[in-house]
């Protein structure tokens, strides 16, 4: 056996989040696949409750960044991903993130979500496939341990076809309005993504790091997300002081017409 897919990606100072990414990826660790068989993370590590001591965390749904049990895991599908590619598996179901990811190159991540969206691959290999993952100080780590038949080294990189700049958006609101939520003025309340439009490719090269070959792997297309910054707008008193009276004007209304 040998190790013929492996990637690190480091986690947040976030406690409860990364407590999440440990129980995902302990429930993955070990797992054999023998020639043929599919890999299912939502199958694998299940539904993620509180029973189970996941908590919540930040995750994005619907364009939003919510508090969900469970929140993280996804580094955990991504890091997964990026080794199925430098494997070389069958890749079955993946979907990119709504908004671009910090802890993994563009194109290269996975999301997951109970009930709707799932990482899958297949081990398309005649060899039996062993994941090994854990979380080790501040870092997810993922190897695929199996047959080394190739050649040929593998390296995964990407292109950015089209970038949506974000913009600062002013949120108004009363003294009143922004104490009720917490809020000083000119703090940031939404952080900014840019809109990326990101094409993956897989590279190949020789022992003497010539290139064999290029292969585009998938489009990934990530949403834009504008900055939201509190302006808080205080009410303007009405003058108190007595208006000046207006000369009455000497001048006529019309001009006047010639005789």
Same mark, same amino acid.
């Given at each position: 056996?040998?190790?013929?897919?492996?990637?690190?990606?480091?986690?947040?100072?976030?406690?409860?989040?990364?407590?999440?990414?440990?129980? $995902? $990826?302990?429930? &993955?660790?070990?797992?054999?696949?023998?020639?043929?068989?599919?890999?299912?993370?939502?199958?694998?590590?299940?539904?993620?409750?509180?029973?189970?001591?996941?908590?919540?965390?930040?995750?994005?749904?619907?364009?939003?960044?919510?508090?969900?049990?469970?929140?993280?895991?996804?580094?955990?599908?991504?890091?997964?991903?990026?080794? +199925?590619?430098?494997?070389?598996?069958?890749?079955?179901?993946?979907?990119?993130?709504?908004?671009?990811?910090?802890?993994?190159?563009?194109?290269?991540? $996975?999301?997951?979500?109970?009930?709707?969206?799932?990482?899958?691959?297949?081990?398309?290999?005649?060899?039996? &496939?062993?994941?090994?993952?854990?979380?080790?100080?501040?870092?997810?780590?993922?190897?695929?341990?199996?047959?080394? +038949?190739?050649?040929?080294?593998?390296?995964?990189?990407? +292109?950015?076809?089209?970038?949506?700049?974000?913009?600062?958006?002013?949120?108004?609101?009363?003294?009143?309005?922004?104490?009720?939520?917490?809020?000083?003025?000119?703090?940031?309340?939404?952080?900014?993504?840019?809109?990326?439009?990101?094409?993956?490719?897989?590279?190949?090269?020789?022992?003497?790091?010539?290139?064999?070959?290029?292969?585009? &792997?998938?489009?990934?297309?990530?949403?834009?997300?504008?900055?939201?910054?509190?302006? &808080?707008?205080?009410?303007?008193?009405?003058?108190?002081?007595?208006?000046?009276?207006?000369?009455?004007?000497?001048?006529?209304?019309?001009?006047? +017409?010639?005789?």
């Amino acid at each position: 056996y040998g190790t013929i897919g492996s990637f690190t990606t480091k986690t947040t100072s976030n406690a409860t989040r990364n407590k999440n990414v440990k129980l $995902a $990826a302990a429930a &993955i660790n070990g797992t054999v696949l023998q020639p043929g068989e599919e890999f299912s993370f939502n199958k694998t590590v299940g539904q993620r409750t509180e029973a189970k001591g996941y908590g919540a965390a930040g995750a994005y749904n619907n364009g939003e960044v919510v508090q969900e049990i469970g929140g993280g895991v996804c580094q955990v599908a991504s890091t997964l991903y990026y080794c +199925t590619l430098q494997a070389e598996l069958e890749v079955v179901e993946r979907t990119e993130h709504r908004f671009s990811p910090w802890y993994i190159p563009w194109g290269l991540d $996975a999301t997951v979500y109970w009930g709707s969206l799932d990482y899958r691959f297949r081990n398309n290999t005649n060899y039996p &496939i062993r994941i090994d993952a854990e979380v080790v100080g501040g870092n997810v780590i993922v190897k695929f341990v199996g047959t080394e +038949t190739r050649n040929y080294t593998v390296k995964l990189d990407y +292109t950015v076809t089209s970038t949506d700049e974000w913009e600062l958006k002013e949120i108004e609101m009363t003294p009143e309005e922004a104490a009720a939520k917490g809020y000083s003025d000119g703090q940031t309340i939404v952080t900014p993504y840019s809109g990326e439009k990101v094409k993956s490719y897989k590279y190949k090269y020789d022992k003497n790091g010539n290139e064999l070959s290029c292969e585009f &792997i998938d489009n990934s297309s990530y949403a834009r997300r504008d900055k939201q910054v509190v302006k &808080i707008i205080y009410p303007t008193e009405p003058s108190t002081e007595p208006s000046e009276p207006t000369e009455p004007s000497t001048e006529p209304t019309t001009a006047p +017409t010639e005789p």
